[in-house]
């Protein structure tokens, strides 16, 4: 009879680590009853189209930025006078600085585009209706954030470039009527500039980004997850999902017609209507291991871009723009999203002044951030505009074709016609006059080149243009749009 051979040493570990936490999962589970969560959440379907990951992106770009973010803080200075030069010591002295600043940028960089991206496509396929109003007004709240948050961080290195947009900020908020000199003491705290880079380095580090990480899961995770996924139109998904629709439609009128004398039976219909316009059919691969594999391979994908972009691309070079001073020339990098717009609308716009009472208000300086404001406010309202002006109050799981809804379309493309316009401002700058400097001083440094250079009558005639363009590009692009999905929908029998 053979002698039974005791197992080594290596595999009693593993099969006591592996008891162990059968042990442990169970003992978890008879308190906290995870199981019964988790199992249905692990077989929830998502959609599988490559456009959905566009939220992911974002989402992972963020994650990458909070990382870097927190490196640079450790080494960053906010005292208005040694910010330049904790900034340059970052890129140049401190082991991997350079690396992480770019990471830290680029992240950023990536972010707002893939919001930009992601926001584009539920507004055109109309993902952003009942019942998914909230999901799309924390959108738009997280996406004025990032703007504002892109602002403040490209501030806090104290160069040229950064002090010449704050000193355009604050030309903004002392043109406000009454509170103007109160504003800018507040946030300046004083002559320019003041002590706004510390009050900037809180607001970037802590107050911003705080309220990131409460809206950025609240959007991407916890409604997403509660609410079912949308659909993307097939021939047999669009015919079942359209009767459901047309169904619910009906359903929905019914109750309503007969409110106010059948009360209790109304909220039974209006829930029946509420479930019944679900598509019967639901698509997509369960979140493990379908989703969670797709949710892997794009943040190694996100980060690994975001690296060879830091390794390859140098960009926002703040040791060559040098140390803030007055008067000096602004530097020609001016990224659209959080200054370009704004930049090229005040260069569009004419420099207005209107005297009363012995003050001058100047409404020019008034109107590029009014037009920013009244387009957020619409934004974030849109989903209930456009269900007033329709009259379409039911539930939408099946997303749109553009074609389908042609006018939804030409309206986003007239948008970014305009600001796309608007951005075209900083494209185009004139030639600087020749400086000369007094006898026994030595010659000023010549101005940077812009991307488009121009003598002063040709800058003169391209801002004309582009006042023109501004109001006829968008309606141009709107008719166009228009007319082309029209013609699509009528070529598909829509």
């Not at 911003?208 to 991407?220: N, S, T, Y």
């Not at 379908?290 to 703040?318: D, E, M, Q």
């Not at 329709?390 to 309206?411: E, F, I, K, M, N």
């Not at 250079?453 to 040709?458: I, R």
Request: hydrophobic share 45%; proline share 8%.
């Amino acid at each position: 009879m053979a002698t039974p051979t005791k197992p080594k040493r290596g595999a009693r570990i593993v099969a006591g680590s592996a008891k162990t936490a059968v042990d442990s999962a169970i003992y978890l589970d008879d308190r906290l009853p995870f199981a019964r969560w988790l199992r249905p959440q692990l077989r929830k379907l998502f959609p599988s189209h490559w456009s959905f990951l566009l939220g992911e992106l974002a989402l992972y770009s963020f994650a990458l930025l909070v990382l870097t973010g927190t490196f640079l803080t450790l080494f960053y200075k906010p005292n208005p006078d040694v910010a330049f030069a904790s900034a340059a010591e970052i890129s140049l002295d401190v082991r991997g600085g350079l690396l992480l600043r770019q990471l830290h940028h680029w992240s950023a960089t990536v972010f707002v585009l893939a919001i930009v991206a992601h926001l584009c496509r539920v507004f055109f396929t109309g993902a952003f209706r009942r019942p998914r109003e909230l999901t799309w007004m924390l959108g738009v709240v997280l996406f004025g954030l990032v703007l504002f948050e892109s602002f403040l961080g490209v501030s806090l290195p104290g160069d040229q470039l950064a002090m010449a947009g704050l000193r355009q900020a604050q030309g903004l908020l002392l043109s406000i009527p009454l509170v103007g000199t109160y504003l800018s003491a507040f946030a300046f705290d004083g002559e320019f500039p003041g002590q706004v880079l510390p009050r900037i380095f809180v607001t970037h580090v802590l107050l911003v980004p705080g309220i990131l990480m409460a809206v950025v899961p609240l959007h991407a995770l916890i409604l997403t997850w509660r609410q079912k996924h949308t659909e993307r139109r097939s021939s047999r998904r669009e015919s079942e999902g359209r009767a459901n629709e047309e169904r619910s439609g009906r359903d929905h009128e019914h109750e309503r017609s007969g409110r106010d004398h059948e009360h209790e039976r109304s909220g039974r219909d209006h829930e029946h209507e509420r479930r019944s316009s679900r598509p019967d059919r639901v698509t997509g691969g369960p979140f493990f291991p379908y989703f969670a594999v797709k949710n892997g391979a794009t943040a190694l994908f996100t980060v690994g871009a975001i690296a060879a972009l830091a390794t390859f691309v140098r960009v926002n070079p703040v040791w060559e723009h040098g140390a803030y001073s007055p008067g000096g020339y602004v530097p020609s990098a001016q990224p659209f999203w959080y200054f370009g717009v704004l930049d090229g609308a005040q260069r569009l716009v004419p420099p207005w002044e209107i005297t009363v009472g012995g003050y001058v208000l100047q409404p020019g300086l008034w109107i590029p951030p009014l037009i920013l404001t009244v387009f957020f406010g619409i934004l974030l309202l849109y989903p209930f505009l456009e269900r007033r002006l329709t009259g379409d109050g039911d539930d939408h799981h099946l997303l749109d074709r553009p074609s389908q809804a042609p006018v939804r379309t030409a309206l986003g493309v007239a948008v970014l016609a305009f600001f796309t316009v608007l951005w075209a401002g900083t494209w185009v700058s004139e030639a600087a006059p020749p400086m000369h400097s007094a006898p026994g001083f030595p010659q000023p440094p010549a101005a940077p080149h812009a991307l488009l250079t121009v003598p002063h009558d040709t800058y003169v005639m391209i801002v004309l243009g582009l006042r023109v363009a501004v109001f006829v590009v968008p309606v141009a692009a709107f008719l166009i749009a228009r007319a082309v999905c029209r013609g699509r929908a009528g070529q598909r029998g829509l």
